[in-house]
């Protein structure tokens, strides 16, 4: 009842006569000022989602946005928490630093489906083995950033690989120049069944001369832990520390020339998982028990490390109409995690016992490591128009080469401490060498038809060559020999394409239709076994779209809408291989899935003061093929695992002037999310489906004449045992991943 009520009333909102009329009746809001005449009424938001600036009511296609005051308000700090605030964005969370972002239920095997962006640099994601490189997302903390935009749908004609579902784009306050500005925040909490989190953070605005200015953000936080481990008895053992710095730098090299630089170092260290064992698993015979509400029964200890730096460089140059833009980035990111492997001995040793596996000596006790090394360089030119005639475009090219090196082992544990012990016999080790080459060129062009109709239409041309080698040195469970490396090359090229066509009624409407698609680079994995297949092709989208982008009562209520349906073909699917013991990537071939919904975004501000923020989305994502070689076999018209089908994200605020410039604002903000159909396809594994939730979090926020402020805050004020993740199979006991129990903390800021 609560998805269908949602959906009828922007629905409404949008298309019912009488109100399109009282609306014609208010004067419309100078669109060419940054915020309304009314300061009641919602500001404009300009976006670059399009690599040029535009109003966030005037683009054509589904943008989600989180500006710096609601960043601030909603204690936004990483991309998990992201997800919460916008419709259509979900994310697969396996613990700090290790998220798979998803976009209208498209996620799966192999590369990201979701572009990761900080500032104008892309980001690559690592994971466990090639076939999981989006499971590691970078997840740079979110601090003294001037928006977050989520594109929702293919972008891959801007974007290239890896934004076949949509895109994330992660907006840093730039240097100013002649300005010195400075901010400090800190940060003190206690999680109930918990231990306790800190954190301080800082920038600082500094110019050096007339036409040269640095920004410089730095932070630590101490995440607390709330998951016990009763093996090895270990309390709070997903705590984590992160530490980290930015600098952005501006400087103007001539009237019409300017350069800026950026650069992210972070460090993340977690001591654990956030998930707890909450019912009994069987594996090759033998039960294993429950721990307990927020407790664990893993016999290793699953730290994870990461390290990642983030540096780019833009130079700009404008013409008296149109601007000449050339960007460089690099990325490297090193990281270490450790797996409790205890359900793999008992898995084998019931295979020998029924004679399906060679006699061979097995483990007590193993953990997995992964070690990786990814690097990326990245190089984009472009010239945009700003003509004033009809006709603009955008056109440009990029090179991008990645390098992803992996180390993969199983590695004996202390079963009284928990911790792996490096000097042991190893029990399996590979390494990988993975690299790719991506040439594009790319190009957009609107045609202004009329004062209230546009077209546009857009093209990207790509080739992308990959290399990659993966050498065992140790074979599994130490069976064999090690055999020949594997030593694949591949060649991919395509061109996608992109239209588009947008009609304004009036001044407060915006009507948009498109038809897009998406690409994702194939690519190798590091095999365990030889069964397993050594490469997967590539895969692509084709996204149709309808919406409405409407604005109301002077500014007061902003209602946007769209309808989609994406088609997903040649789709990168992961298979079972070796009785169900390892899993590799294939493609299933043709059109085999399709995710279709609809998506709203409400704000309104009935009265001054007063805030009311709601946007969702439902939608279905299935299978169109039967799936054999998926877990489960799940056939035609089966939901996709891992998604949900409907979510739903509200706030209320309020705030009132107290004591002349000061004032008070009370929030609260809410996120629901629908159950998943599926976890795993299998139904011996699907009993932990992650089931709805609804989070709620509360603040009561003094400001100080805009010098300082001061918060009392509750997240997850209920104290709910929400089910983010669930993870089992074959040789892993049931685990389901929680949101952190009821957290009360005080925040303190001040700025000059």
């Not at 050339?326 to 084998?348: A, K, V």
């Not at 045609?447 to 992308?464: A, C, M, P, Y």
């Not at 130490?478 to 090229?493: C, F, I, T, W, Y």
Request: proline share 5%; aromatic share 10%; net charge neutral.
């Amino acid at each position: 009842m609560m998805a269908a009520s949602s959906v009828a009333m922007a629905v409404a909102l949008v298309a019912t006569p009488a109100a399109a009329r009282a609306a014609d009746a208010v004067p419309a809001a100078d669109t060419d000022t940054a915020k309304p005449a009314d300061d009641s009424g919602i500001p404009d938001i300009v976006v670059t989602a399009n690599k040029r600036e535009q109003r966030l009511q005037e683009t054509p296609s589904s943008i989600g946005v989180i500006t710096a005051e609601d960043l601030t308000k909603r204690q936004v700090t990483n991309i998990e928490q992201v997800t919460r605030n916008v419709a259509g964005l979900n994310v697969i969370n396996a613990g700090p630093g290790q998220n798979t972002l998803m976009i209208r239920g498209l996620v799966g095997a192999g590369e990201s489906t979701v572009g990761l962006y900080y500032d104008n640099m892309p980001t690559a994601g690592t994971g466990d083995s090639a076939t999981s490189a989006a499971g590691r997302q970078t997840d740079f903390l979110v601090y003294d950033v001037q928006r977050v935009e989520v594109l929702r749908g293919p972008q891959s004609t801007l974007y290239g690989s890896s934004a076949l579902a949509g895109v994330v784009r992660v907006l840093s306050n730039p240097a100013k120049l002649g300005v010195i500005e400075g901010r400090v925040d800190v940060e003190g909490s206690q999680v109930e069944h918990g231990a306790a989190g800190y954190s301080a953070k800082g920038m600082i605005n500094v110019p050096l001369g007339e036409s040269v200015a640095i920004r410089v953000v730095g932070y630590g936080v101490h995440t607390p832990g709330f998951i016990d481990n009763k093996a090895f008895g270990k309390d709070n053992i997903n705590s984590a520390n992160t530490w980290g710095f930015r600098v952005n730098g501006i400087y103007e090299l001539g009237a019409d020339t300017t350069a800026t630089t950026q650069f992210y170092l972070q460090d993340l260290k977690s001591n654990g998982q956030p998930y707890e064992w909450s019912r009994p698993s069987v594996i090759g015979g033998v039960t294993l028990p429950a721990a307990g509400d927020l407790q664990s029964n893993t016999q290793s200890r699953e730290p994870y490390h990461d390290r990642s730096i983030l540096a780019g460089l833009t130079l700009e140059h404008r013409f008296s109409n149109m601007t000449l833009t050339f960007t460089q980035s690099y990325q490297n990111r090193r990281n270490e995690s450790y797996t409790d492997q205890q359900g793999l001995p008992l898995f084998f040793g019931f295979l020998q016992s029924v004679g399906a596996f060679p006699q061979t000596p097995l483990p007590t006790a193993i953990t997995f490591r992964s070690a990786q090394k990814l690097t990326m360089w990245n190089s984009e030119l472009r010239l945009a128009t700003s003509f004033d005639g009809p006709f603009n475009f955008i056109v440009g090219g990029i090179y991008q080469n990645r390098r992803t090196q992996i180390d993969n082992s199983f590695v004996d544990v202390n079963l009284r401490t928990g911790y792996s012990i490096p000097s042991a016999p190893l029990w399996y080790r590979r390494e990988g060498d993975f690299k790719l080459d991506q040439w594009a060129g790319f190009g957009e062009a609107t045609l202004k038809l009329s004062d209230k109709f546009s077209v546009l239409g857009g093209v990207r041309v790509f080739s992308n060559t990959r290399h990659d080698i993966a050498t065992s040195i140790v074979p599994f469970l130490r069976l064999g020999s090690n055999g020949a490396p594997d030593n694949v090359r591949s060649k991919e090229s395509k061109a996608i394409y992109k239209f588009e066509a947008d009609y304004k009624p009036t001044n407060d409407v915006m009507l948009y239709a498109s038809a897009s698609q998406g690409y994702r680079a194939g690519g190798t994995i590091v095999r365990v076994v030889p069964e397993l297949p050594a490469s997967y092709g590539p895969d692509y989208t084709w996204n149709f779209e309808a919406g409405a982008k409407t604005d109301w009562f002077n500014r007061a209520l902003q209602a946007n809408i769209a309808l989609y349906r994406i088609n997903w073909y040649n789709t990168q699917i992961s298979g079972d291989f070796f009785n169900g013991s390892f899993s590799g990537v294939l493609n299933c071939a043709g059109l085999c899935a399709r995710s279709q919904g609809v998506e709203f975004d409400l704000t309104a501000r009935p009265v001054h003061g007063l805030e009311l923020t709601a946007s969702g989305t439902v939608f279905k994502a299935k299978w169109l093929k039967d799936q054999p070689a998926i877990s489960g076999s799940p056939v035609a018209g089966t939901q996709f695992a891992n998604t949900p089908t409907f979510t739903l994200n509200g706030s209320a605020s309020y705030s009132w002037a107290v004591a002349g410039d000061s004032s008070l604002e009370f929030r609260v903000d809410a996120q629901h999310r629908g159950k998943y159909a599926f976890m795993d396809y299998r139904p011996a594994y699907n009993l932990m489906a992650p089931q709805a939730f609804t989070l709620v979090n509360a603040a009561l926020t003094f400001a100080h004449k805009k010098d300082w402020t001061a918060s009392l805050f509750a997240r997850n004020l209920f104290d709910k045992r929400a089910q983010i993740n669930s993870i089992a199979d074959s040789v892993t006991p049931y685990q389901t991943l929680v949101a952190q129990p009821r957290t009360i903390g005080v925040q303190f800021g001040t700025k000059f």
